[in-house]
Protein backbone atom coordinates (compact mmCIF):
# COMPACT_ATOMS: atom_id res chain seq x y z
CA UNK A 1 0.00 0.00 0.00
CA UNK A 2 3.16 2.13 0.79
CA UNK A 3 3.84 2.00 -2.74
CA UNK A 4 1.38 2.34 -4.26
CA UNK A 5 0.82 6.04 -2.27
CA UNK A 6 4.53 6.67 -3.74
CA UNK A 7 3.38 6.24 -7.62
CA UNK A 8 0.40 8.09 -7.21
CA UNK A 9 2.31 11.14 -5.34
CA UNK A 10 4.21 12.08 -8.57
CA UNK A 11 0.73 11.79 -10.71
CA UNK A 12 -1.19 14.00 -9.06
CA UNK A 13 1.80 17.15 -9.16
CA UNK A 14 2.64 15.82 -13.05
CA UNK A 15 -1.54 16.62 -13.39
CA UNK A 16 -1.90 19.78 -11.03
CA UNK A 17 1.48 21.04 -12.98
CA UNK A 18 0.14 20.72 -16.83
CA UNK A 19 0.68 24.39 -18.31
CA UNK A 20 -1.15 23.14 -21.68
CA UNK A 21 -4.68 24.54 -19.78
CA UNK A 22 -4.66 28.59 -20.84
CA UNK A 23 -4.87 31.48 -18.35
CA UNK A 24 -8.54 33.45 -19.52
CA UNK A 25 -8.03 35.79 -16.34
CA UNK A 26 -7.46 39.32 -17.22
CA UNK A 27 -5.65 41.69 -14.09
CA UNK A 28 -7.07 44.58 -13.46
CA UNK A 29 -4.21 47.29 -12.16
CA UNK A 30 -6.09 50.38 -10.32
CA UNK A 31 -4.05 53.70 -10.69
CA UNK A 32 -4.92 56.27 -8.36
CA UNK A 33 -4.58 60.11 -9.85
CA UNK A 34 -1.23 61.45 -10.90
CA UNK A 35 -0.56 64.21 -8.52
CA UNK A 36 1.41 67.43 -9.15
CA UNK A 37 2.51 70.00 -6.70
CA UNK A 38 4.93 72.68 -6.33
CA UNK A 39 6.28 74.02 -3.03
CA UNK A 40 5.21 76.87 -2.08
CA UNK A 41 8.07 79.68 -1.68
CA UNK A 42 9.05 82.12 0.71
CA UNK A 43 9.41 82.90 4.08
CA UNK A 44 6.81 81.70 6.96
CA UNK A 45 6.13 82.56 10.35
CA UNK A 46 4.02 80.57 12.49
CA UNK A 47 0.28 82.00 12.21
CA UNK A 48 0.50 83.19 8.82
CA UNK A 49 -1.86 81.89 5.57
CA UNK A 50 0.33 78.81 3.75
CA UNK A 51 -1.97 77.99 0.19
CA UNK A 52 -1.43 75.22 -1.59
CA UNK A 53 -2.23 73.96 -5.11
CA UNK A 54 -2.00 70.40 -6.11
CA UNK A 55 -3.01 69.12 -9.97
CA UNK A 56 -4.62 65.89 -10.37
CA UNK A 57 -5.54 63.59 -13.45
CA UNK A 58 -6.71 60.52 -13.83
CA UNK A 59 -9.14 59.16 -16.68
CA UNK A 60 -12.05 57.70 -14.52
CA UNK A 61 -12.28 61.65 -12.81
CA UNK A 62 -10.56 62.82 -9.64
CA UNK A 63 -13.03 62.32 -6.51
CA UNK A 64 -11.56 64.53 -4.11
CA UNK A 65 -7.60 65.53 -3.16
CA UNK A 66 -7.01 65.40 1.15
CA UNK A 67 -4.27 67.00 2.47
CA UNK A 68 -2.97 65.11 6.01
CA UNK A 69 -0.98 68.06 7.74
CA UNK A 70 1.23 68.80 11.43
CA UNK A 71 3.48 70.53 12.78
CA UNK A 72 7.08 68.89 13.31
CA UNK A 73 7.17 66.86 15.62
CA UNK A 74 4.27 65.97 16.21
CA UNK A 75 2.78 62.41 16.74
CA UNK A 76 -0.85 63.10 15.24
CA UNK A 77 -2.12 64.21 11.47
CA UNK A 78 -4.82 66.77 11.00
CA UNK A 79 -6.57 66.37 7.23
CA UNK A 80 -8.66 68.67 5.14
CA UNK A 81 -10.33 68.30 1.78
CA UNK A 82 -9.26 70.31 -0.75
CA UNK A 83 -11.39 72.69 -3.38
CA UNK A 84 -11.61 71.38 -6.69
CA UNK A 85 -11.16 74.66 -9.52
CA UNK A 86 -14.05 74.51 -12.16
CA UNK A 87 -11.86 72.29 -14.46
CA UNK A 88 -11.32 69.56 -11.61
CA UNK A 89 -7.55 69.92 -12.84
CA UNK A 90 -6.72 71.65 -9.84
CA UNK A 91 -7.33 71.54 -5.88
CA UNK A 92 -6.19 73.82 -3.64
CA UNK A 93 -6.64 74.70 0.34
CA UNK A 94 -5.26 77.74 2.64
CA UNK A 95 -3.86 76.24 5.89
CA UNK A 96 -3.80 79.53 8.83
CA UNK A 97 -3.74 80.32 12.03
CA UNK A 98 -2.71 78.19 14.80
CA UNK A 99 -2.12 75.19 11.70
CA UNK A 100 1.22 76.86 10.82
CA UNK A 101 3.54 76.29 13.71
CA UNK A 102 7.10 76.68 14.28
CA UNK A 103 9.61 74.74 13.53
CA UNK A 104 8.02 73.77 10.18
CA UNK A 105 4.74 72.39 8.75
CA UNK A 106 5.00 68.46 7.65
CA UNK A 107 2.68 67.47 4.63
CA UNK A 108 1.50 65.04 2.20
CA UNK A 109 -1.72 64.83 -0.05
CA UNK A 110 -3.77 61.47 -1.16
CA UNK A 111 -6.32 61.29 -3.78
CA UNK A 112 -9.40 58.90 -5.01
CA UNK A 113 -10.05 58.52 -8.67
CA UNK A 114 -14.26 57.91 -9.79
CA UNK A 115 -13.45 54.23 -10.73
CA UNK A 116 -16.29 51.63 -10.21
CA UNK A 117 -13.11 50.15 -7.93
CA UNK A 118 -12.04 53.45 -6.34
CA UNK A 119 -7.85 53.84 -6.82
CA UNK A 120 -5.58 56.10 -4.48
CA UNK A 121 -2.61 57.47 -4.91
CA UNK A 122 0.06 59.72 -2.38
CA UNK A 123 2.09 62.66 -2.96
CA UNK A 124 5.10 62.21 -1.95
CA UNK A 125 4.45 58.72 -3.25
CA UNK A 126 5.82 57.54 0.44
CA UNK A 127 3.01 59.34 2.21
CA UNK A 128 3.26 60.28 6.00
CA UNK A 129 7.10 58.52 6.05
CA UNK A 130 8.72 61.37 4.11
CA UNK A 131 6.49 64.17 3.54
CA UNK A 132 7.02 67.43 2.76
CA UNK A 133 8.32 69.61 4.87
CA UNK A 134 8.19 73.80 5.13
CA UNK A 135 10.11 75.47 7.38
CA UNK A 136 8.18 77.86 9.76
CA UNK A 137 10.13 80.71 11.79
CA UNK A 138 9.00 81.73 14.94
CA UNK A 139 7.36 85.50 15.48
CA UNK A 140 9.21 87.29 18.77
CA UNK A 141 7.78 90.25 20.46
CA UNK A 142 9.07 93.63 19.71
CA UNK A 143 11.50 95.71 22.47
CA UNK A 144 11.22 97.22 24.15
CA UNK A 145 8.02 94.93 25.90
CA UNK A 146 5.58 96.67 28.19
CA UNK A 147 3.54 94.98 30.14
CA UNK A 148 1.16 96.41 32.73
CA UNK A 149 -0.13 94.73 35.71
CA UNK A 150 -3.29 95.86 38.15
CA UNK A 151 -2.38 93.12 40.41
CA UNK A 152 -0.03 93.25 44.01
CA UNK A 153 0.90 89.28 43.22
CA UNK A 154 3.45 87.90 41.00
CA UNK A 155 1.71 84.64 41.94
CA UNK A 156 -1.64 85.41 41.48
CA UNK A 157 -0.47 86.35 37.98
CA UNK A 158 0.24 83.13 37.15
CA UNK A 159 4.49 84.03 37.32
CA UNK A 160 4.91 81.31 40.00
CA UNK A 161 8.53 81.11 39.05
CA UNK A 162 9.27 84.76 39.78
CA UNK A 163 12.73 83.74 41.26
CA UNK A 164 14.22 82.01 37.98
CA UNK A 165 13.83 85.05 36.36
CA UNK A 166 17.61 86.42 35.87
CA UNK A 167 20.34 84.72 37.76
CA UNK A 168 17.86 83.77 40.57
CA UNK A 169 16.93 87.82 40.99
CA UNK A 170 13.51 88.31 41.49
CA UNK A 171 10.67 90.41 39.23
CA UNK A 172 9.28 93.01 41.07
CA UNK A 173 5.76 95.00 40.83
CA UNK A 174 6.18 98.77 40.96
CA UNK A 175 4.04 101.31 40.33
CA UNK A 176 6.98 104.10 39.53
CA UNK A 177 7.58 102.24 35.75
CA UNK A 178 4.32 102.14 35.03
CA UNK A 179 3.11 102.59 31.31
CA UNK A 180 -0.51 102.43 30.86
CA UNK A 181 -1.37 100.78 33.81
CA UNK A 182 -1.32 101.28 37.61
CA UNK A 183 1.40 99.35 38.20
CA UNK A 184 4.16 97.58 35.93
CA UNK A 185 6.97 94.34 36.16
CA UNK A 186 10.42 95.25 36.77
CA UNK A 187 13.68 93.67 37.33
CA UNK A 188 16.33 95.28 39.25
CA UNK A 189 19.38 94.03 38.25
Known sequence: MKTGWMIAAPLLVLVACDD?????????????????????????????????????????????????????????????????????????????????????LEYYFRSEDLGLIAASSYLPLAGSDEPFVLDVARTGAGLPFVEDFESDSLFDLGWVNVWYAFGGYPWQITDMSSSSGDRSVIHQR
Do not use: C
Not at 54 to 75: L, P
Open 20 to 104: KAEDTDTAVVLEGPALSHGIPEGVFYEGSTVEMIVGADDEDGVAGVTVFFRTSGSDYWNQRPMDSSVSGESWNVSLSGDEVGAPG
